[in-house]
């Protein structure tokens, strides 16, 4: 399925003008705070109404301001996952999820309550109340319930938001089980680059009420003039294979022939994932380097250098593996003597290498990550 999203709308502050169409997966509004994620989100759920647009699921149109339609929030067939769970305290969590199947209309494609409950580990916890639960059992109960609505689109706004790192780490296999594993779209919202490289299938990233850019993650967080979090937020995307686990701890991956080593991740040998590379945490030298501490070396070659209005600059290096991206000086670039097709090394540290930058592979609607 494929969601369409055109709107206009003034708010205090903001004009929102925002256009995309996104495939089936994963589709992340991703930006700043104030960018408009959470409007848009809004909007497309039916709690907030615009001044002009239209948003549709294929052909099943949420609201098209020409056309005079506007489908109120619980005829939109919508799953909302919000930052916290907001379960019904005085239910169990065995009717919490069973709210949502109540409202599920007759014609809608149906989830087995069963392989829901396993995907989501949450079996042991349906005769408990919400009271007790943690922050991410209670997140995944409120994505049970969301799909158990039978929805044709689940709506996730910043969901891991409110949670500890632990407990993040905890939640986004979850929603990667739930893009891979389920036929629903799913809008989520997020400011984190980390979740938008482990989850997007698209990214829409967001300044000010406009879209800067639409398309693969990859694509999107490699580029800092359209960066939304900022510099720090610019990385490399790679497509990688789990190819051994060391006795000292480390994880070695295949990435396109080239090894590289992370701080041991739970993932079988064999299994294809994708990891991001944060650009701020790659060095280049213009030789081989020698004896070094970093095991990560990657040969390669400048494909292109983009100097910001400070004193850096996001140099990219083609590699066997993929396009990584190094953040360096302008004055280191002058030193090594780069230039495009220049050759050089990418030097990663293997701490530096994060498992909540370690995620799924995703297939793209083209067969592509």
Same mark, same amino acid.
């Given at each position: ?13 903001? !004009? ?7 495939? +089936? ?19 497309? %759920?039916?709690? @907030? &109404? *615009?001044?002009a647009?239209?948003? %549709? ?14 489908? =109120?929030?619980?005829?939109? &067939?919508?799953?909302?996952i ?26 809608a ?46 709506? !996730?706004?910043?969901?891991? %938001? ?10 986004? *296999? ?5 893009r891979?594993?389920?036929?629903? *779209? ?5 400011? +984190?680059?980390?979740?938008? !490289?482990? @989850? ?16 693969? $993650? ?5 580029? *800092?003039?359209?960066?939304? $979090? ?23 991956l ?30 280049? #030298? ?6 070094? +501490? ?25 590699? =066997? ?13 002058a !030193? ?9 090394y ?5 701490v530096?290498?994060a ?13 592509? #990550?």
């Amino acid at each position: 399925m494929s969601l369409s999203v055109r709107l206009q709308h003034q708010l205090p502050g903001l !004009a929102l003008d925002i256009e995309f169409d996104a495939p +089936s997966g994963v589709t992340v509004l991703f930006g700043r705070s104030g960018a408009g994620k959470t409007t848009i989100a809004n909007v497309v %759920a039916g709690l @907030l &109404r *615009p001044e002009a647009g239209r948003v %549709a699921v294929d052909d099943w149109v949420l609201f098209d301001t020409r056309q005079g339609t506007w489908l =109120p929030p619980h005829r939109r &067939r919508l799953g909302y996952i919000f930052q916290e769970g907001r379960l019904f305290p005085h239910l169990s969590v065995r009717q919490n999820l069973n709210y949502g199947r109540r409202f599920a209309p007759r014609d809608a494609r149906r989830e087995n309550p069963d392989r829901v409950i396993e995907m989501l580990g949450i079996g042991h916890l349906l005769d408990r109340r919400p009271a007790p639960l943690s922050g991410g059992e209670k997140q995944r109960v409120a994505i049970g319930r969301a799909l158990l609505a039978g929805p044709r689109l689940i709506v !996730a706004d910043e969901p891991l %938001a409110a949670l500890d790192d632990a407990r993040k780490a905890e939640i986004l *296999p979850y929603f990667e089980r739930l893009r891979d594993e389920v036929s629903v *779209p799913i809008l989520y919202v997020t400011h +984190s680059a980390a979740e938008v !490289a482990r @989850l997007a299938t698209s990214v829409v990233a967001l300044q000010d009420g406009r879209v800067l850019r639409h398309g693969p $993650a990859s694509e999107v967080l490699a580029d *800092p003039s359209v960066a939304p $979090a900022g510099v720090r937020a610019v990385g490399a995307v790679l497509q990688v294979r789990v190819a051994a686990h060391h006795e000292d701890g480390l994880t070695e991956l295949d990435a396109g022939g080239t090894r590289l080593f992370l701080p041991g991740i739970p993932h079988k040998i064999g299994e294809e994932l994708r990891i991001r590379i944060p650009a701020q945490e790659v060095l280049l #030298a213009s030789k081989p380097p020698e004896a070094l +501490s970093a095991l990560n070396v990657m040969a390669g070659q400048v494909e292109a250098i983009r100097a910001g209005e400070g004193p850096g600059a996001i140099v990219s290096v083609k590699t =066997p593996a993929g396009v990584v991206l190094s953040r360096v000086t302008r004055r280191s670039v002058a !030193a090594l003597g780069l230039q495009q097709g220049s050759r050089c090394y990418a030097v990663i540290k293997t701490v530096a290498l994060a498992p909540q930058d370690v995620g799924g592979w995703v297939i793209g609607p083209e067969g592509k #990550a």
